[in-house]
Each structure stands twice: as structure tokens, then as C-alpha cells.
């Protein structure tokens, strides 16, 4: 049977407490503090945090979702970890939501949510559902839950074969969704298109850049029985102009920039600059599969499943986006 992707729009508007030794030579990045805590999630209806965005209407506000399992409902989080709205999000199902992405186009905000996570590399097809991004008071007590509808879903496959996938981010200077495969070695970042014109079938995801240089497990980190884990990536998010991408792993985040005429494919060959994070020792951030770069501070906030989920966020010295 001939597969669909349905179109619900007649044009698709998506319109450091610890070192961390890098070797290699990487880009000028802006610098970053070290992680600090600022707040706990507590609230029972997010037991595992898997996206986590910056709001670029409040200031301040992000937005979360849960893994598979759980139901499609977006929240609004304060940077302590207070819960401030919910919204059903219809014909949206949750089979395995894995990352969120915040965006413009026009005058317009939106989130993207990724239902993209395949551990066994089964699905033959992933999901991709575009919202408009709601409003929430930060000054208000937690508001009653309402339901949001979605402006577009782009049903898609990977060009070579069924992936993993939990990063995922937006580029809306060049217009295109970023994937970035979980469980393959080297990690594969894929691309699709973000505006999207009236058609059947489903999309295809093609691979644009392996990434080479994420640091492999240490010998350290082999020791436990996770380590070998440790560094796949779990979630990424793009500086405004598209030329910047944080990638978080099972250990800790990394930045990669690149200048605007060079590809993804280049900049994966240089070493990244590490955000060391918490070692997962610690008991903090223990499965971490939640980052953003906030639009209006470039704040990197990053979050974890289970309760209680820290937030812990990583502020910028130094900060310039280049001409």
C-alpha cells in the first residue's frame, strides 16, 4: 500500500568542574562557563525527559516532552523546573518522541517534535509534527491543560536503511531538518527539507556528514557497565545563524561551528570543543538526553530522564555570532 505523509496545510509552513582534553584545532567558539545547577524537575507527568527546547517567545520558558510511553503532551518549564502548562498535542501519538527543536519562519515561532526513535532500527518510516509555539505566563501558577492541533506532519525514511535517531534540529536560514543517527559508528547527520510543498509519499532523509571526531569511550569510561555508551548523541540544537551545533552524548556536550560556505561534512573533521558536564558518577544528569541553546540568551540548558530531572545550564562568556 502506497504510504501518505499527511499534509494538514495546502503548503507545509514550517514557513568546567572537570577537564575535558581535546586535541586537533577547532573553529573560535564563544566561551562557556561551568555547568550550574538551576532548578529540579519534580512534576510526575515527566518521568523521562527526551527534548527540551528554548521558547523564543518568553524569555526564560522551555518547552519538554517524554519518551515513548508516555502521552503526546508538550510542557512549559520554568528554568527552575516548575511546570507552568501542558498542551495535548492531537494526532500527534507518541510512539517514540526523542528530541524538540524550536524554530522561525516569518513572524512565526514554532516546535518541531521528532518521533524518531527506532532502538531497534525497525520502523520503516518516522514522524516529524510542526506546532505553533503557544503562549505561556511565567508569572502565573501551572495553567490548565489545553490542547494544541498540528500545522504540518512530514512522514519520512532514512535514504540507506532503517536509524536510531534522538538529535535532531532546525536550520530555518537554510531551511532544512537535521537528524542525527544514535547507535552507528560514526554517527550519520541526515537531511530534509524544512519547507515542505503538497506531496505524496514519504520524504527521504539523506546523509550529508559522518561524524568523525565525536571522542570515542575512554578506557575510564569503559570500566563501567554503561561506558561504552557514553558517546552516543542524545540531542542537538543550532546557533540562530546555522553555522554553530551543540551535540550532547551519554557524557558530555560538544561544539562544532563552521563558516557559513563550508559543509557539515567539513566541520565533523575538526575537533569539537567540549562542554564537560557532571560526571554521570555523580548521580546527576544521569541519563542525559535533553539539550537547547537558547535563542535569546545562548544559555545551553541540559536535562535528564528520571525524577528528580536536574536542569543544569552552561552561560556564555564571550558571545558573538559572526557576520
Given at each position: 500500500?502506497?504510504?501518505?505523509?499527511?499534509?494538514?496545510?495546502?503548503?507545509?509552513?514550517?514557513?568546567?568542574?572537570?577537564?575535558?582534553?581535546?586535541?586537533?584545532?577547532?573553529?573560535?567558539?564563544?566561551?562557556?562557563?561551568?555547568?550550574?545547577?538551576?532548578?529540579?524537575?519534580?512534576?510526575?507527568?515527566?518521568?523521562?525527559?527526551?527534548?527540551?527546547?528554548?521558547?523564543?517567545?518568553?524569555?526564560?520558558?522551555?518547552?519538554?516532552?517524554?519518551?515513548?510511553?508516555?502521552?503526546?503532551?508538550?510542557?512549559?518549564?520554568?528554568?527552575?523546573?516548575?511546570v507552568?502548562?501542558?498542551?495535548?498535542?492531537?494526532?500527534?501519538?507518541n510512539?517514540?518522541?526523542?528530541?524538540?527543536?524550536?524554530f522561525t519562519?516569518?513572524?512565526?515561532?514554532?516546535?518541531?517534535?521528532?518521533?524518531?526513535?527506532?532502538?531497534?532500527?525497525?520502523?520503516?518510516?518516522?514522524?516529524?509534527?510542526?506546532?505553533?509555539?503557544?503562549?505561556?505566563?511565567?508569572?502565573?501558577?501551572?495553567?490548565?491543560?489545553?490542547?494544541?492541533?498540528?500545522?504540518?506532519?512530514?512522514?519520512?525514511?532514512?535514504?540507506?536503511?532503517?536509524?536510531?535517531?534522538?538529535?535532531?534540529?532546525?536550520?530555518?536560514?537554510?531551511?532544512?531538518?537535521?537528524?542525527?543517527?544514535?547507535?552507528?559508528?560514526?554517527?550519520?547527520?541526515?537531511?530534509?527539507?524544512?519547507?515542505?510543498?503538497?506531496?505524496?509519499?514519504?520524504?527521504?532523509?539523506?546523509?550529508?556528514?559522518?561524524?568523525?571526531?565525536?571522542?570515542?569511550?575512554?578506557?575510564?569510561?569503559?570500566?563501567?557497565?554503561?561506558?561504552?555508551?557514553?558517546?552516543?548523541?542524545?540531542?542537538m540544537?543550532?546557533?540562530?545563524?546555522?553555522n554553530a551545533?551543540?551535540?550532547?552524548?551519554?557524557?558530555?556536550?560538544?561544539?562544532?561551528?563552521?563558516?557559513?560556505?563550508?559543509?557539515?561534512?567539513?566541520?565533523?573533521?575538526?575537533?569539537?570543543?567540549c562542554?564537560a558536564?557532571?560526571?554521570?558518577?555523580?548521580?546527576?544528569?544521569?541519563?542525559?538526553?535533553?539539550?537547547?541553546?537558547?535563542?535569546?540568551?545562548?544559555?545551553?540548558?541540559?536535562?535528564?530522564?528520571?525524577?528528580?530531572?536536574?536542569?543544569?545550564?552552561?552561560?556564555?562568556?564571550?558571545?558573538?555570532?559572526?557576520?
Amino acid at each position: 500500500m502506497k504510504k501518505k505523509v499527511i499534509i494538514l496545510s495546502p503548503l507545509f509552513l514550517w514557513a568546567c568542574w572537570f577537564t575535558c582534553p581535546v586535541t586537533g584545532t577547532a573553529l573560535e567558539a564563544p566561551s562557556y562557563g561551568n555547568p550550574s545547577l538551576s532548578g529540579k524537575v519534580t512534576d510526575k507527568d515527566l518521568p523521562e525527559i527526551s527534548g527540551l527546547a528554548g521558547s523564543y517567545k518568553t524569555k526564560g520558558l522551555l518547552w519538554m516532552i517524554n519518551d515513548s510511553g508516555n502521552a503526546n503532551v508538550l510542557f512549559g518549564v520554568s528554568s527552575t523546573g516548575q511546570v507552568l502548562g501542558e498542551f495535548s498535542i492531537k494526532n500527534a501519538p507518541n510512539v517514540d518522541w526523542e528530541d524538540l527543536s524550536s524554530f522561525t519562519l516569518g513572524r512565526e515561532s514554532y516546535l518541531l517534535i521528532a518521533d524518531v526513535g527506532d532502538n531497534m532500527a525497525m520502523r520503516s518510516s518516522c514522524c516529524l509534527y510542526m506546532v505553533r509555539e503557544p503562549e505561556i505566563n511565567l508569572s502565573e501558577n501551572k495553567q490548565n491543560p489545553e490542547s494544541l492541533g498540528v500545522c504540518a506532519k512530514m512522514t519520512f525514511s532514512y535514504e540507506d536503511g532503517s536509524r536510531d535517531c534522538e538529535a535532531v534540529a532546525v536550520d530555518s536560514v537554510k531551511q532544512k531538518i537535521y537528524l542525527l543517527s544514535k547507535r552507528t559508528v560514526p554517527p550519520v547527520l541526515y537531511e530534509l527539507p524544512l519547507i515542505m510543498k503538497n506531496s505524496d509519499g514519504v520524504y527521504v532523509a539523506t546523509p550529508v556528514a559522518r561524524l568523525t571526531s565525536l571522542p570515542a569511550p575512554t578506557p575510564e569510561d569503559l570500566k563501567d557497565k554503561y561506558g561504552k555508551f557514553r558517546s552516543q548523541p542524545t540531542a542537538m540544537d543550532l546557533r540562530l545563524d546555522g553555522n554553530a551545533m551543540v551535540i550532547l552524548t551519554y557524557k558530555n556536550a560538544y561544539w562544532y561551528e563552521k563558516e557559513s560556505v563550508e559543509t557539515w561534512d567539513t566541520a565533523f573533521s575538526r575537533q569539537p570543543r567540549c562542554l564537560a558536564l557532571p560526571h554521570p558518577n555523580t548521580g546527576e544528569l544521569v541519563i542525559r538526553e535533553a539539550l537547547c541553546l537558547c535563542p535569546q540568551t545562548q544559555n545551553i540548558y541540559v536535562s535528564s530522564e528520571r525524577l528528580p530531572a536536574p536542569i543544569y545550564v552552561l552561560c556564555p562568556i564571550l558571545y558573538g555570532i559572526k557576520p
